[in-house]
């Protein structure tokens, strides 16, 4: 009688063995960061300062995927302008690919902004 109960228990402990990653040998590309970061300080049609950002696995080089994720568009935001500044931020960050675009159009942008400096830089000053 113990079958029964003890087959679903040991499926869901492997299920929940493989959510937790980091041990296994799968290489930088499962866990690691690697990011192209454009900025364009004077906005999209002006001159872009670019680099590539890399390091090893679960550091994520300082930034949080939090820090990357777009203002909800149900956020009410100061408008504040901040300039016409833009940036991309692309690639692989602790193994999950990442697509952000950022501006200074209003406060919540601008604060997604400060988050996300260790990669972009402060803020460029500018209107």
């Not at 079958?3 to 499962?30: K, M």
């Not at 390091?55 to 820090?67: L, N, T």
Request: aromatic residues 2%.
């Amino acid at each position: 009688m113990r079958l029964p109960i003890a087959a679903p228990l040991c499926a869901l402990a492997l299920a929940a063995a493989g959510c937790g990653g980091g041990d296994d040998e799968g290489g930088a590309s499962d866990g690691g960061t690697d990011l192209l970061v454009t900025v364009h300080p004077q906005g999209a049609a002006g001159p872009a300062r670019e680099r590539q950002v890399s390091c090893d696995e679960g550091d994520g080089c300082g930034v949080k995927a939090a820090d990357l994720n777009p203002v909800p568009s149900d956020t009410a935001c100061a408008e504040i302008y901040g300039g016409p500044a833009t940036a991309t931020v692309t690639g692989t960050l602790n193994g999950e690919q990442v697509s952000a675009r950022f501006n200074l159009t209003d406060a919540c942008e601008i604060e997604r902004w400060k988050r996300a400096a260790v990669l972009l830089g402060p803020p460029p000053q500018g209107g």
